[in-house]
C-alpha cells in the first residue's frame, strides 16, 4: 500500500514511515518543517520520497496524492503554545490544513484516512461521585488552584471525586486552542467520509514519549521538558502536586497503530468515521514519570512547585479496548524499559 504520511517528518510520523516500511507499505512524506519543530533538518530516509510542503499548498498537495491509496494525517502543530496570540497559526495549521489535504484527496479518488487524533478533545477524564455517580466537573478555578486546591469537585454536592478511564463516546469538551482544532480535525474527516463514501479512523493519542522526542519548547509535551531538564543537569519541575494522572504510551506503539489502522481501514464501513483511544491502559501520575525518568537518567530527583497552567486538565487516562478487540492492537513497551530507553536516547534537535 502507497501511504501519504503527512508530517512524516515529525516525532511520530517518523517513527510511522519505519513502521511501515517494515511492513512492506511505501510511505511517501509531506512535510512543512515548520521551525518549530525542526529548527534543524531531519534525516530523511533512503528510498521514501519526500514533499517539503506546507498542507495548506493545494498544488503541492495534489502533486503528493498522486498514485496513493491511504494518507496517514499526522501533520499538526501541537502543545499548548505561548498563549491566545498562537491561535491563528494553530487554526491555520492543524483545520485550514486538514480541510486542504481533505478536499484534495476527494477530488483524487483517495478514499481511506487515519487522522492522528488526541484525548485532549475530551478535556477532564471520567470521575465517579460517590453519592452522584459518573459526573463531568467544569474547569477548575484559578482561585482554587492558587490555593492548591487542584482536585475536581462534584459540581452537585462539591465532594472530591474519583477519576477513571474515558471511552471513545464520552462528551466531548476541548478546552483551549490546539484541543478544538484537534476535534475540528475529526469533525472536517467525519464530514470528507459522509461526503465522498470515505473511510476515517481517528487515533486518540494519550501522552506519547519515546527517542527522538524533541527538546522542550512552547510546544513539547511534560516528557521532554523533564528530559530537556535533566540534560541540563537541573530537577525536572512538576506542576501542581505532581498527582496529576496521565496515560503515557511508547511512540514504537503508537506507529503500530496507525499501520493496523491503516491496514484496517479497508474492512470499515463507507462513509464513517470511527475514534480510538491510544494508550497503554495503564494510568501513571506525573510525578511518577518525573522520578521514573530521573532515576533512569541518573539526574537529580523532581521537584514539586505548585506551580499550574490555566487549561490544563487534573486527570485524563483512557481505555484503549475498543482498539484492541476492533484492531487487535496491543502497547507492548513497558513504562519502566520505554523510560528507561527515553531517559537514554537523543533528543531531536
Not at 149 to 155: A, F, S
Not at 302 to 327: K, N
Request: net charge neutral.
Amino acid at each position: 500500500m502507497r501511504v501519504l504520511v503527512t508530517g512524516g517528518a515529525g516525532f511520530i510520523g517518523s517513527h510511522i514511515v519505519t513502521a511501515l516500511t517494515a511492513r512492506g507499505h511505501r510511505p511517501v512524506v509531506l512535510d512543512a518543517l515548520l521551525p518549530a519543530a525542526h529548527p534543524e533538518a531531519p534525516p530523511r530516509p533512503a528510498g521514501v520520497e519526500w514533499t517539503d510542503a506546507d498542507l495548506r499548498d493545494r498544488t503541492a498537495v495534489a502533486g503528493a496524492l498522486r498514485g496513493v491509496d491511504a494518507v496517514c494525517h499526522q501533520a499538526a502543530m501541537v502543545g499548548l503554545g505561548k498563549d491566545f496570540a498562537d491561535a491563528p497559526a494553530y487554526v491555520g495549521c492543524n483545520d485550514l490544513g486538514t480541510a486542504v489535504l481533505l478536499a484534495e484527496m476527494a477530488a483524487a479518488g483517495v478514499r481511506r484516512l487515519v487522522l492522528a487524533g488526541s484525548m485532549v478533545v475530551y478535556g477532564e477524564g471520567r470521575y465517579e461521585c460517590p453519592r452522584h455517580g459518573p459526573v463531568r466537573p467544569g474547569p477548575r478555578a484559578a482561585a482554587d488552584l492558587d490555593a492548591g486546591r487542584y482536585e475536581p469537585h462534584c459540581p452537585r454536592c462539591d465532594r472530591e471525586l474519583t477519576p477513571g478511564l474515558v471511552e471513545e463516546d464520552a462528551p466531548v469538551d476541548p478546552r483551549n486552542v490546539y484541543a478544538t482544532t484537534k476535534l475540528a480535525q475529526e469533525h472536517l474527516a467525519a464530514a470528507w467520509a459522509r461526503a465522498t463514501g470515505g473511510t476515517a479512523l481517528s487515533l486518540r493519542y494519550h501522552n506519547v514519549y519515546g527517542p527522538g522526542m524533541p527538546r522542550d519548547t512552547p510546544y513539547a509535551g511534560v516528557a521532554s521538558f523533564f528530559r530537556s531538564s535533566l540534560a541540563r543537569g537541573e530537577a525536572p519541575r512538576v506542576f501542581e502536586d505532581g498527582r496529576q494522572r496521565r496515560d503515557f504510551v511508547h511512540v514504537r506503539d503508537v506507529a503500530a497503530a496507525n499501520a493496523l489502522a491503516l491496514e484496517h481501514l479497508a474492512d470499515r464501513p463507507a462513509g464513517t468515521l470511527r475514534a480510538y483511544n491510544c494508550g497503554s491502559d495503564t494510568p501513571r501520575t506525573i510525578g511518577d514519570m518525573a522520578t521514573t525518568l530521573a532515576a533512569a537518567y541518573g539526574g537529580p530527583e523532581p521537584v514539586v512547585t505548585g506551580e499550574y497552567r490555566l487549561g490544563d486538565v487534573r486527570h485524563i487516562t483512557a481505555s484503549s479496548r475498543r482498539l484492541r478487540e476492533e484492531l487487535g492492537w496491543r502497547a507492548e513497551v513497558g513504562f519502566p524499559e520505554g523510560m528507561t530507553e527515553f531517559a537514554r536516547a537523543p533528543q531531536r534537535v
